[in-house]
């Protein structure tokens, strides 16, 4: 790991609804912009290739959805992603052409559902993980389905321990305590939780894991989405649906990048390798702070896939 | 345990004050005194600061570097220790005395001391002035390394009450992911939160958990002044000049990360804010830590609420063992019950 300073980016823009295509054209520039200002890691916000539909209802209340519900549905499973497809060769191509760790978030689609996931790409434009999703919140719950324990990658990179967690999952203490204790020290941070309770969340963090936050939101307003996007009602095209606030924390909760609402930015901050450690001197949470004689977390990674089928026999059953 | 109806909305306090040094009585004197004003505004419930009775020798680095310890360390330790309270004993009888006079729930910070450990505790009373119990801090920040102990897991508690399920995590506790998960899942609702961490963050840290328990949380943070301090005490001469040792921050937050209560720095005062418990699970609706959101399929946590003893009595006399006979074959087993075997693949089922 190198132990001099270097630039991170977090960008705060809107996706384009519904096709990742452009979004990726999108991306490549803000990547370029980024890697002007030396960053050598850059994160993009939750399900940036693929939207967030912020705003819609899907036509669904309790005990039923409206046939309007469901071509929405379809409309929004067009625009995400094949991870086998061109995208990732076209994301990771970006990576490379600006020599950076891009980390951003995604709508994977895996046969009729999908995830929201944050995808990892390798100065080398090498597609290095993902995460799924483990929990989505409120309506996200009709449309994307649920990760199981086997994608919470933390990678060893030169510029320290990268792993990102999605909007809420921030706030759920043992995903938190599993990355923590994987060394994380890039703590990434993709989220669609534009309020002002979003800050102090993710200084928290900072300093309970003593790592670098980096979260990216989206600034979308309604003109960045399609002119027949189904809102319940119609509002004028200035009205922000996401209002950024992304930011830049050091592992002591300082804030080096504070949040910015209603404008497209790219957030720059130097990170120090020596802080991560001159900062755990007075609290490791999984280390000198922990009390495992107390407490003691089990994580089941293993992948769940609901099918196992059993290989058909090579051996043809005819003795040779 | 689940808490059984909400009470109607009613008054928290929580009081940031500085605590009289060694100087017990005057301290409890002091607890009397902000407790009344709090009764005055009829708050139900009072929090007061982490080691308020006995003292946070603040500054202090008790003589101590690595491989070396001094006498005067060691007097100063002596001071300290003579100066921490037993649970119970007369100073929690006057608290006790305290919270029946004001008619409150009490939760305070003290420096316990049980054989010759010290312990950064927090204990609660009723309003009838009776002992709920308390709880000893499991881990220590820095220099409190040299003077207190480590709690086990025996005090994990949560109190089931008239206002709330009620709970303490003391200071650099609420770090502790692992914790708090526990006493969420003890279904705390008022997450009371003595300190001394007078830092900018304190006040991120306390949102973060209410938003992260959907719980009401209650932070007191002591003040401390250097005219607080009794005279020939020692202050290590690497802290920054200025009056405020501790300067405050108490903040009072309510379950959607609110902040009904804002910091205040710089002088002893008395926060307050309205407790709506109704508001709990409005805010459970789209995010329960312990329940719809905690995926316990991937994550378990055990935790160990067992006492740990450094010395326990061996209640068995051990017997010289006899010859073990040789055992009789085992007799074929019989096929189950039908009845039998229906309940196990019940079981299964659930």
Request: charged letters at 20%; aromatic letters at 8%; glycine letters at 8%.
């Given at each position: 790991m190198i132990q001099e300073p270097y630039n991170a980016s977090v960008i705060q823009t809107a996706s384009i609804a519904f096709d990742p295509w452009k979004t990726i054209d999108k991306m490549g520039d803000f990547t370029a912009l980024a890697a002007s200002q030396d960053a050598k890691v850059v994160v993009f916000p939750e399900a940036f290739v693929g939207g967030h539909a912020k705003g819609l209802g899907f036509g669904s209340y309790l005990g039923s959805c409206s046939s309007e519900g469901r071509e929405t549905f379809k409309m929004y499973y067009d625009g995400a992603i094949d991870l086998s497809g061109d995208a990732i060769a076209k994301i990771g191509g970006i990576a490379q052409e600006n020599g950076v760790y891009l980390v951003t978030?995604?709508?994977?689609?895996?046969?009729?559902?999908?995830?929201?996931?944050?995808?990892?790409?390798?100065?080398?434009?090498?597609?290095?993980?993902?995460?799924?999703?483990?929990?989505?919140?409120?309506?996200?719950?009709?449309?994307?389905?649920?990760?199981?324990?086997?994608?919470?990658?933390?990678?060893?990179?030169?510029?320290?321990?990268?792993?990102?967690?999605?909007?809420?999952?921030?706030?759920m203490p043992?995903?938190?305590?599993?990355?923590?204790?994987?060394?994380?020290?890039?703590?990434?941070?993709?989220?669609?939780?534009?309020?002002?309770?979003?800050?102090?969340?993710?200084?928290?963090?900072?300093?309970?894991?003593?790592?670098?936050?980096?979260?990216?939101?989206?600034?979308?307003?309604?003109?960045?989405?399609?002119?027949?996007?189904?809102?319940?009602?119609?509002?004028?095209?200035?009205?922000?649906?996401?209002?950024?606030?992304?930011?830049?924390?050091?592992?002591?909760?300082?804030?080096?990048?504070?949040?910015?609402?209603?404008?497209?930015?790219?957030?720059?901050?130097?990170?120090?390798?020596?802080?991560?450690?001159?900062?755990?001197?007075?609290?490791?949470?999984?280390?000198?702070?922990?009390?495992?004689?107390?407490?003691?977390?089990?994580?089941?990674?293993?992948?769940?896939?609901?099918?196992?089928?059993?290989?058909?026999s090579r051996d043809s059953g005819i003795e040779s | 345990m689940e808490f059984e109806g909400e009470p109607g909305p009613y008054l928290a306090a929580v009081v940031q004050a500085a605590p009289c040094g060694f100087d017990n009585q005057a301290t409890l004197d002091k607890v009397a005194k902000w407790t009344a004003k709090a009764k005055k505004v009829k708050a139900r419930l009072v929090v007061f600061p982490e080691a308020f009775v006995g003292a946070y020798p603040f500054g202090n680095d008790f003589g101590t570097r690595i491989g070396l310890r001094t006498p005067e360390g060691r007097k100063n330790y002596a001071e300290y220790y003579r100066a921490a309270i037993k649970i119970p004993g007369p100073e929690v009888s006057a608290l006790a005395e305290v919270a029946k006079e004001?008619?409150?729930?009490?939760?305070?910070?003290?420096?316990?001391?049980?054989?010759?450990?010290?312990?950064?505790?927090t204990i609660f009373f009723s309003p009838e002035g009776n002992l709920l119990g308390s709880r000893r801090k499991l881990m220590n920040s820095g220099v409190e390394r040299y003077v207190w102990g480590q709690g086990d897991g025996t005090s994990l508690h949560v109190f089931p009450t008239s206002l709330g399920l009620l709970g303490a995590v003391i200071g650099g506790e609420s770090y502790m992911p692992p914790l708090r998960m526990t006493l969420y899942s003890k279904g705390m609702?008022?997450?009371?939160?003595?300190?001394?961490?007078?830092?900018?963050?304190?006040?991120?840290?306390?949102?973060?958990?209410?938003?992260?328990?959907?719980?009401?949380?209650?932070?007191?943070?002591?003040?401390?002044?250097?005219?607080?301090?009794?005279?020939?005490?020692?202050?290590?001469?690497?802290?920054?000049?200025?009056?405020?040792?501790?300067?405050?921050?108490?903040?009072?937050?309510?379950?959607?990360?609110?902040?009904?209560?804002?910091?205040?720095?710089?002088?002893?005062?008395?926060?307050?804010?309205?407790?709506?418990?109704?508001?709990?699970?409005?805010?459970?609706y789209d995010f329960d830590v312990v329940g719809h959101y905690a995926r316990s399929d991937i994550f378990r946590l055990e935790v160990n609420e067992n006492r740990q003893i450094a010395v326990s009595k061996a209640l068995i006399t051990m017997k010289p063992m006899k010859p073990m006979k040789p055992m009789k074959p085992m007799k074929p087993m019989k096929p189950m019950k039908a009845a039998m075997r229906r309940e196990r693949d019940d079981s299964r089922t659930v």
């Open positions: 978030g995604a709508i994977e689609r895996e046969l009729g559902t999908l995830y929201c996931v944050v995808l990892f790409f390798a100065p080398d434009g090498s597609f290095i993980g993902k995460h799924r999703k483990l929990m989505p919140t409120g309506t996200e719950r009709l449309i994307w389905g649920y990760g199981d324990g086997s994608t919470l990658p933390v990678f060893d990179t030169p510029f320290g321990r990268v792993g990102a967690l999605i909007c809420w999952e921030n706030y043992m995903l938190r305590l599993s990355m923590y204790s994987k060394g994380i020290s890039l703590y990434c941070a993709p989220t669609a939780d534009h309020r002002e309770s979003w800050l102090p969340t993710m200084r928290h963090i900072a300093r309970e894991g003593r790592c670098y936050v980096l979260s990216a939101c989206q600034h979308g307003r309604r003109a960045d989405f399609p002119k027949d996007y189904p809102l319940d009602q119609e509002v004028p095209d200035d009205t922000m649906l996401a209002n950024g606030g992304s930011c830049i924390i050091d592992p002591l909760g300082n804030v080096l990048c504070s949040p910015v609402y209603g404008e497209d930015l790219i957030h720059t901050a130097e990170i120090n390798p020596a802080l991560l450690i001159s900062a755990k001197f007075d609290f490791d949470v999984v280390g000198n702070s922990a009390r495992p004689d107390i407490f003691s977390l089990s994580v089941d990674e293993r992948p769940r896939p609901l099918v196992h089928s059993i290989p058909e | 004001n008619s409150c729930y009490l939760v305070i910070g003290v420096v316990e001391r049980a054989g010759s450990t010290l312990y950064s505790s609702n008022l997450y009371c939160a003595p300190t001394v961490d007078d830092s900018d963050v304190w006040a991120s840290s306390m949102r973060t958990v209410a938003l992260e328990g959907r719980c009401f949380v209650l932070s007191a943070c002591q003040l401390l002044r250097r005219s607080d301090l009794p005279a020939g005490y020692t202050i290590s001469d690497q802290v920054p000049d200025g009056e405020f040792l501790i300067r405050g921050g108490s903040c009072i937050v309510d379950p959607l990360g609110t902040v009904l209560a804002e910091p205040i720095f710089n002088r002893e005062c008395l926060i307050t804010a309205t407790i709506d418990m109704t508001v709990v699970a409005r805010a459970k």
